[in-house]
């Protein structure tokens, strides 16, 4: 089985063999109380076994749903928040066109709910008016403000385009299996639902409906996603030294010598929003009493001519870890000119991505020489499979971090905190004394 891959050979003159070694029953241990369900969060342990446990039966609902709802519409609106889209939209962005000419479709799929911006949503409006769209609203409550504020909005626009029936049949819900206000009005309204497992959390869930129907509206393989997955986690689940207990321990103990903020870092702009999804899997996973490795992402070359210094040259605090992906899918030269102003002659007759690689490989020597642990995940080839693979890879490592770091890496109860102020300065009904207090504040 070709297979990503895991190099710390980088990090060896910041930590120790010994320091590494010393680390590894600690994880062992941590991974031994995933599997059996004995740490804390066990109760959102259900992505630990989701690519083998989903039914042939599933995907293929999920595919023909898909398939339905291209037949009727040109444009698909993925409404979510968090978890409920960086999934879908990091597969979906690794795999689209980067220009979203989506030639093997002609379906587009763009997002809304996980942001209150009053001109985005006026464009959003604007740019559907004389678009055949269907809504896939994703929410396990139906009331989290962001993306029920874009449902209300793109819902009333929906019907009053092609009529309440129609309507009905372009909107797919994923939800609660039997509670919530979303839960409730598809029943009413008889929408397609899906149902959000009630122990898989939101930043786990790109493996189930939540993730795979808007991937399988773009065109892309969820079948090949998901085999991805279960191959590394056959991989790793048994093995006491795999990459993912590998990961897990080199940034426990660079973060264990003062490494408090991890840069994951792309030299292929389609992994942006991998890198997203990855920065909200590590950050509400391990942010926790006054812990954690603050997860941060940039997007190389682009960034070193921005960021670049700071990385360089700034408060050695950071560790970084690359995903580099071997072979791209297109081949493009570099021509030749006569006049040679830019003298880049000398690439002459060189692709692209050789560049890139170089770039990529001076760069990992230039951090790791000024004082930056480097370390390095490689993907043979940006596929559905190899994006299954990573997407286990990374939420099996999480799983096993969080633990060793003593927190739950299954909970997020300090995202609570801005809603209840929002809510209070809003005048919500139930919030009075709380909107007098934070009033007195301002």
Request: aromatic share 10%; hydrophobic share 40%; charged share 25%.
């Amino acid at each position: 089985m070709d297979s990503i891959k895991f190099d710390y050979s980088k990090i060896c003159n910041f930590v120790t063999k010994e320091e590494m070694i010393a680390l590894y029953p600690e994880a062992r241990q941590a991974l031994k109380s995933l599997k059996e369900g004995t740490g804390k969060g066990s109760d959102f342990l259900g992505w630990l076994n989701l690519p083998v446990e989903i039914t042939s039966e599933q995907l293929a609902d999920i595919e023909k749903t898909a398939a339905e709802l291209r037949a009727r519409t040109q444009v698909m609106v993925v409404i979510g928040i968090g978890g409920s889209y960086l999934g879908a939209r990091a597969v979906i962005e690794a795999l689209a066109d980067s220009f979203h000419n989506y030639e093997n479709t002609g379906m587009k799929v763009i997002f809304a709910g996980h942001n209150i911006g009053e001109d985005y949503y006026h464009e959003l409006i604007h740019y559907l008016q004389n678009k055949e769209f269907g809504i896939c609203v994703i929410s396990k409550s139906g009331t989290t403000t962001e993306p029920a504020i874009a449902f209300r909005l793109l819902k009333e626009l929906l019907e009053a385009k092609v009529g309440k029936e129609e309507a009905g049949k372009r909107i797919v819900a994923i939800t609660d299996a039997s509670k919530g206000a979303l839960r409730t009005l598809a029943d009413q309204e008889g929408y397609k639902t899906f149902v959000i497992p009630d122990n898989v959390g939101g930043r786990f869930s790109v493996l189930t409906p939540v993730g795979l129907l808007p991937i399988a509206i773009a065109g892309f393989d969820i079948k090949e996603l998901v085999q991805g997955a279960i191959e590394m986690r056959k991989a790793c689940i048994d093995d006491e030294k795999s990459i993912a207990l590998e990961y897990a321990v080199a940034r426990t103990a660079l973060y264990r010598k003062g490494y408090a903020v991890e840069l994951l870092a792309n030299f292929n702009p389609k992994l942006h929003y991998i890198t997203e999804w990855w920065k909200q899997l590590y950050g509400e996973s391990e942010g926790k009493a006054n812990k954690g490795i603050f997860p941060a992402g940039v997007d190389f070359t682009t960034d070193l001519h921005s960021m670049g210094q700071y990385i360089q040259q700034g408060v050695r605090m950071l560790m970084e870890t690359v995903i580099s992906v071997g072979k791209p899918h297109y081949q493009v030269q570099i021509p030749s000119d006569a006049a040679n102003l830019d003298k880049l002659n000398f690439l002459a007759g060189k692709r692209v991505d050789e560049v890139n690689k170089m770039a990529e490989l001076g760069t990992q020597i230039a951090h790791v020489d000024g004082g930056v642990p480097n370390m390095k995940v490689c993907m043979p080839a940006l596929t559905a499979q190899y994006i299954g693979q990573l997407f286990y890879f990374f939420e099996l490592a999480c799983g096993i971090s969080g633990s060793m770091l003593g927190v739950n890496p299954f909970d997020q109860p300090g995202v609570e905190a801005y809603k209840n102020n929002m809510f209070a300065l809003l005048d919500k009904p139930g919030y009075e004394e709380a909107s007098k207090a934070i009033k007195a504040k301002i």
